[in-house]
């Protein structure tokens, strides 16, 4: 079971915004610490698409936002396309366990 | 561009230590701007984080591995490791090094911004 909660999955057309939600705790995203996530393609390597709750990396379109309210995180992503199909995964850290935590990550389908 | 590389035996016996070693390119393990990463996925899950160890060879570690895991560097050579000691079953997993970028923020957040490929290791006799 992973500290930070994510829905399996999620799906949506091509064009449409989905939402991928990260659900966490008073340790955690609710203590204030920075939520990031990644996007993982089957059998390579996760890749960092938003850091800092909402920053996005050099090369990141910007079809990719995140925001975070409360213990929780969501990372949006508009304009939907066929390989936008991945994982995805969200990040913080947590002071009652102090390591880094992982969502259980969130297989997105396009339709 | 920052390149890593995970390299070692893909298959492990059982009560025997997981060893496998990160070279890092593109960068300077001694900049001392970042840390260095292991992190695991076993199979069809999430992520696990395992630890990470500072230029100066300072090291955290998930308290999970109940202390089976020590990471070190050889900054000469540009590389860290991962010594993963009495492995079972349970310890098969893809095995990733990655760059752990602290924030310069009141929280002080942790965030992995470049990855190696990954490596599976399987634990069998």
């Known amino acids: 079971q992973s500290v930070l909660t994510q829905p399996p999955s999620v799906s949506g057309a091509p064009g449409q915004r989905v939402i991928i939600s990260c659900t966490g705790s008073s340790s955690n995203i609710g203590a204030g610490y920075d939520v990031h996530w990644y996007r993982e393609f089957p059998g390579t390597a996760p890749k960092l698409l938003i850091y800092?709750?909402?920053n996005r990396p050099s090369g990141v379109p910007d079809r990719f936002s995140g925001s975070k309210s409360g213990t929780s995180a969501s990372l949006a992503i508009t304009g939907l396309q066929a390989d936008d199909e991945a994982d995805y995964y969200c990040?913080?850290?947590?002071?009652?366990?102090?390591?880094?935590?992982f969502g259980g990550g969130t297989k997105l389908t396009v339709l | 561009q920052v390149q890593l590389q995970e390299s070692g035996p893909g298959l492990v016996k059982p009560s025997q230590t997981l060893s496998l070693t990160c070279t890092v390119s593109?960068?300077?393990?001694?900049?001392?701007?970042?840390?260095w990463s292991w992190i695991r996925q076993h199979p069809g899950k999430g992520l696990e984080w395992i630890g990470y160890?500072?230029?100066?060879?300072?090291?955290y570690y998930n308290p999970s591995l109940k202390s089976r895991g020590t990471i070190s560097v050889n900054t000469s050579k540009n590389q860290f490791s991962l010594n993963l000691t009495s492995v079972t079953a349970a310890d098969t997993a893809i095995y990733y090094c990655?760059?752990?970028?602290?924030?310069?923020?009141?929280?002080?957040?942790?965030?992995?911004?470049?990855w190696g490929q990954g490596t599976l290791v399987t634990v069998s006799s």
């Open positions: 990655a760059r752990l970028v602290e924030m310069s923020t009141p929280s002080g957040s942790y965030y992995f911004d470049y």
């Open positions: 990040q913080s850290y947590d002071n009652t366990l102090t390591v880094v935590v």
């Open positions: 593109g960068g300077s393990i001694s900049s001392g701007d970042y840390y």
């Open positions: 160890i500072y230029y100066s060879g300072s090291t």
């Open positions: 800092g709750d909402s």
